[in-house]
């Protein structure tokens, strides 16, 4: 099996920061692409920051320049640094990953159980 599991959520003021943590555990052969969604009440889930095993990121347009992503891969750990929060980034932060258990598996989307952003104006 494997676990996504997020911590580092919580209330916040605009313009304040937030760093949100992920870790991959269990059976783990391969990591190719891991990072963040997020979901708002009532709208479908969407993409924050990802980063791919060959070092590419890509970002919401909501979110460039002010938020990064921090990726482990010795620590199969990805990390969200979010500056200057806007109320609008409130939502649940989903980490995401894409993952091998063995050399003969297929590539499996994995979620974490999701960490709630609350920024309040």
């Known amino acids: 099996q494997v676990h996504l599991v997020e911590s580092g959520g919580g209330l916040v003021q605009a313009g304040e920061s937030l760093r949100l943590s992920c870790v991959a555990s269990g059976r783990i052969f391969s990591i190719n692409t891991m990072g963040w969604y997020r979901q708002a009440p009532g709208k479908q889930r969407d993409l924050v920051a990802v980063?791919?095993?060959?070092?590419?990121?890509n970002y919401a347009d909501s979110v460039k320049g002010r938020f990064t992503v921090h990726r482990d891969n010795a620590k199969s750990t990805v990390d969200l640094q979010m500056n200057s929060l806007k109320p609008e980034d409130t939502a649940a932060y989903y980490c995401?990953?894409?993952?091998?258990?063995?050399?003969?598996?297929?590539?499996?989307?994995?979620w974490g159980q999701g960490t709630q952003v609350t920024v309040s104006s």
């Open positions: 995401y990953a894409i993952i091998k258990r063995s050399s003969s598996d297929v590539w499996n989307h994995y």
């Open positions: 980063s791919t095993s060959g070092g590419n990121e």
